[in-house]
């Protein structure tokens, strides 16, 4: 079973690291083994992001994508770990291109991650996410600062224009309550 607290240990401990490979060897670790991360943090019975642990310098978030959701364009501005134990996560990685002195997106590439894929996102990386699945699918993100307070942005699906982030849309394309 997956322990939660020696997990999170051994996070903080890869953050000494000056590269972020460890931190992506200890996610790496925990998904070889799907079962046990279940065991530990449950089965996914429904969709929602679920805080782990939170600190200045790490957040780590069990996030249950709904079956079909996919997110809008967005960054983190954090190095991200996300290492899947159920379902598949698939990515579509942008770029930034000047457009009229503003920026716009443009695909850039994708990667389709599968239970026990384990992937690294540098902190300038813009991606959105689909899960192409029918049921929930699950994943271990972890960040490499306080993700929950980081100032961001997101794209809007149409004009690919760069808004601020808003956790209201992403909360209302995971099929949670809004609270409105």
Known sequence: MLKLDQFIADLRASLAERSRQAMKEVVARAVSDPASVLRGLGEPDKPGLKILYKSP?????NVLWSPGQITLPHEHRLTTVIGMYGGREDNIFWRRT???GKFQLEA????ALGIGDVALLGKDIVHSVINPLGRISGAIHV??????TVERSMWDAETLQEQPYDASKVV????LPTGR
Request: hydrophobic share 40%; charged share 15%; aromatic share 10%.
């Open 98 to 100: 000047p457009n009229a």
């Open 108 to 111: 850039a590439g994708g990667e």
């Open 57 to 61: 310098e790490l957040t780590i978030l």
């Open 143 to 148: 960040y490499d600062g306080p993700f929950l």
């Open 172 to 175: 209302a394309g995971m099929g």
